[in-house]
């Protein structure tokens, strides 16, 4: 059964950067194409990341691709989300998820496994 533990998540200030980090176990890492969703207290979750098997692209949110970059480590099963330039408004639950497709998806409906999720929290 294919698991996902994320990690990295903290109270930082404005400005500051963190990185998320996301291990898969229970499968092989290479058949999955990963991405990064985040939920806000009371709103819905949404989309901010994804990068395919292959790792050669990369898909981001609009208001985030400036701030944010997803990687992988295959030899560490491992998917990475750096935040940088952190706002308030990123304050939330990040949760890491994985489908088995090529291609990535922004939609939560197109993931079949998700991660516990880590707190981030931003003070102004």
């Known amino acids: 059964q294919v698991q996902l533990v994320e990690s990295g998540g903290g109270l930082v200030q404005a400005g500051d950067s963190l990185r998320l980090s996301c291990e898969l176990s229970?499968?092989?890492?290479?058949?999955?194409?990963m991405g990064w969703f985040r939920q806000a207290p009371g709103k819905e979750r949404e989309f901010v990341a994804t990068i395919p098997r292959s790792g050669r692209s990369t898909l981001y949110a609009d208001s985030l691709k400036d701030r944010f970059t997803i990687s992988r480590d295959s030899a560490k099963n491992t998917v990475y989300l750096q935040m940088n330039g952190l706002k308030s408004e990123d304050t939330g639950v990040y949760y890491c998820a994985a489908r088995e497709n090529i291609f990535g998806s922004t939609q939560t409906s197109g993931y079949q496994t998700w991660g516990q999720g880590t707190q981030v929290t931003v003070s102004s």
């Open positions: 229970g499968g092989t890492f290479t058949r999955y194409t």
